[in-house]
């Protein structure tokens, strides 16, 4: 059975609508945040947090009733989340949550350990003293947070100061190109830490870590601050690694 865009629905597209609809709310178009912009970040919150699973169908005609929205901003909405990696489109087959396999993230980690810490490098070597406070700053937001496996409204927050923590870092790089990859790539791997984060809530003293990087990063010991930042994404990388083959995926 097809809908009126041609997309077939399946037990699949069922799931997908009941897990938008959790996310779900209203819309307004206030000039600066359109509704298209709204319908981005809250779609790439439900699929990076795990609430739309990865492979799920994605049916355009659900996705309407479920946000009341026309067509014209859902479609432009998934197309950047495609541009971001997170939705995938085929012929005849429509819209999709993007697939994650242990490939994927192998491919993720690398191009995070190369291109992240270029861009904190360039960060300690550009950032003025701004910079420096906004980075001190987001580190004190960040340690205020608790994360507890068994309460998602905290693992959210916790996330959301996480991400704000790792882009603030490298935000003195100057290089906006080089700032979206990196956030491109942060909501890449946010997918898989949160899966392990629902199970164990952390594995090692993160804040920590954290601390050492920014502490050496506005006292620009550039070798010291990438190589703590290094063995901070290498060993998260590994961590992800082992938990996602443990539960099967290939």
């Not at 399946?10 to 709204?38: L, P, Y």
Request: with cysteine; charged share 25%; net charge negative.
């Amino acid at each position: 059975m097809q809908d009126r865009d041609g997309e077939t629905l399946d037990h699949g597209a069922e799931e997908s609508a009941d897990a938008m609809t959790a996310v779900a709310d209203g819309f307004i178009d206030d000039g600066k945040n359109t509704i298209a912009s709204q319908l981005v970040d809250r779609l790439r919150e439900a699929i990076v947090s795990g609430q739309l699973e990865a492979g799920s169908k994605i049916n355009l005609q659900k996705a309407r009733t479920v946000f009341q929205v026309s067509l014209s901003p859902l479609r432009e909405a998934l197309a950047r989340l495609i541009s971001d990696g997170l939705v995938t489109f085929e012929d005849n087959r429509g819209y999709r949550v993007a697939p994650m396999s242990l490939a994927d993230l192998e491919e993720i980690t690398s191009l995070r350990l190369e291109f992240e810490i270029y861009a904190l490098r360039e960060a300690i070597r550009l950032g003025d003293a701004a910079w420096e406070g906004n980075v001190v700053r987001a580190l004190h937001r960040l340690n205020k947070e608790k994360r507890e496996a068994d309460s998602p409204a905290t693992l959210e927050a916790w996330e959301q100061m996480h991400r704000a923590f790792h882009l603030t870092l490298i935000s003195g790089c100057g290089k906006p190109h080089l700032m979206q990859f990196c956030s491109v790539l942060l909501n890449l791997n946010d997918r898989y830490r949160r899966t392990f984060l629902r199970a164990t809530s952390g594995d090692r003293n993160v804040a920590f870590e954290h601390s050492e990087i920014a502490h050496a990063a506005v006292a620009r010991d550039a070798d010291y601050a990438a190589q703590k930042l290094h063995d901070h994404i290498r060993r998260t990388g590994g961590n992800l690694l082992t938990h996602i083959s443990a539960k099967g995926l290939a």
